[in-house]
């Protein structure tokens, strides 16, 4: 560990004298890369810093211990050294953790109503109030990208781009399958039912670190349409991109302006282009893999939803929380914390084996 410490020291200097460099600094790309590397490494490098002080005090006291007049406080900053230097050690090998380059993105969420019919679009709508509301309390900005909305004011689905520092560190284990227990509004009987919802979190991309070719892309316009196939506007500034090499697909009605629909859809679709990458990057790191809480695999059921009992579970810790209509209302921090407190956990552990 030490050694992978005095290497990363060693490049926060280089890394000091290159972003104070006047050449470097009118590459603004470049510039602005090695000043994320340094921000990157300024909490290891204080810590370790601090550790080494420390142990350096540690040390001194060692040497005073021969002097009878000194004994005493010598034994004292020797005992108050042991009990700061375990902590400051655990303290490291957190710190040492390889960071997801994707923290600090803005992100692109996608709620599709799964099993259930008009249930789960309920569900989904249920769903995109919940992270509209999450988003409000961490003073986030939420734009909805595209929609389809149902008669009864569920979605078949929603995209939506929230944009805030650390967006994408809070929301990425919230990819997968949601399932809702519940009585349905649209039940007379008062059973329960089941329904399911997917998530798909993807991180917005720069336009430099994925590159399309135009021909590559073809578009469609459409008019854009409200709950029951019923048109809100009368031109067909509706836009739909199909990125013919991946057959992906992208689209957004929410603007009037066929030019704004577009730039949100070409948005949407580099996100899902590099989301693809990205997974197909961590498949074949089998050992990170193994240390993510999941794999943001949309086909995995990660949550469940029981109104009846007020009980949320997350199946990926084994967590339930009785606390229904706080979460709902957009508490989702302990679940959260909980669950980036398990993947830290785990990728520590991969990183001793």
């Keep these: 560990m030490f050694q992978k410490l005095e290497a990363v020291e060693k490049r926060y ?21 090695l000043m994320k590397e340094h921000s990157d490494l300024v909490d290891i490098v204080e810590k370790y810093r601090e550790y080494k002080k420390v142990k350096e005090a540690m040390d001194e006291a060692k040497e005073m211990l021969s002097d009878r007049d000194l004994k005493e406080l010598a034994e004292m900053q020797i005992e108050e050294c042991k009990e700061k230097l375990p902590v400051l050690e655990e303290e490291l090998k957190i710190l040492l953790i390889p960071k997801d380059k994707d923290d600090d993105r803005n992100i692109i969420c996608e709620i599709r109503g799964g099993a259930g019919g008009d249930e789960a679009a309920l569900f989904a709508g249920t769903l995109f109030r919940m992270y509209s509301m999450y988003a409000e309390r961490k003073h986030w900005k939420l734009e909805v990208l595209n929609e ?35 009585v349905p509004d649209t039940e007379s009987s008062g059973r329960i039912h089941t329904s399911t919802a997917t998530v798909a979190v993807l991180p917005v991309v720069e336009d430099v670190e994925i590159e399309i070719n135009p021909a590559d892309v073809r578009m469609e316009v459409f008019r854009a349409s409200g709950a029951g196939g019923q ?28 030019v704004q629909n577009r730039e949100y859809a070409m948005r949407l679709l ?17 050992s990170e893999r193994k240390s993510q809480v999941g794999a943001g695999d949309r086909s995995e ?17 084994g967590l339930s929380i009785y606390q229904m209509e706080n979460f709902l209302n957009g508490d989702l921090d302990e679940v959260i914390d909980s669950l980036i407190a398990y993947d830290r956990a785990e990728k520590l552990k991969g990183n001793q084996e």
């Design 13 to 33: 200097e280089e890394l000091n004298k290159l972003i104070s460099d006047p050449d470097v600094i009118s590459r603004q790309n470049e510039w602005k890369n």
């Design 148 to 182: 389809n909305e149902t008669e009864l004011g569920g979605f078949k689905e929603i995209s939506f781009m929230i944009t805030g520092k650390g967006a994408y560190s809070r929301f990425k284990f919230e990819s997968g399958v949601h399932r809702v227990q519940r």
């Design 231 to 258: 048109h809100v506007n009368k031109t067909s500034s509706a836009v739909r991109l199909i990125h013919e090499p991946t057959g992906i697909v992208a689209e957004c009605q929410t603007e009037r302006s066929q």
């Design 270 to 286: 580099k996100s899902r282009i590099y989301e693809i990458e990205k997974r197909k990057q961590d498949e074949e790191l089998a």
């Design 301 to 317: 059921k990660i949550r469940t939803y029981n109104y009846p009992q007020g009980r949320i579970t997350d199946h990926r810790i």
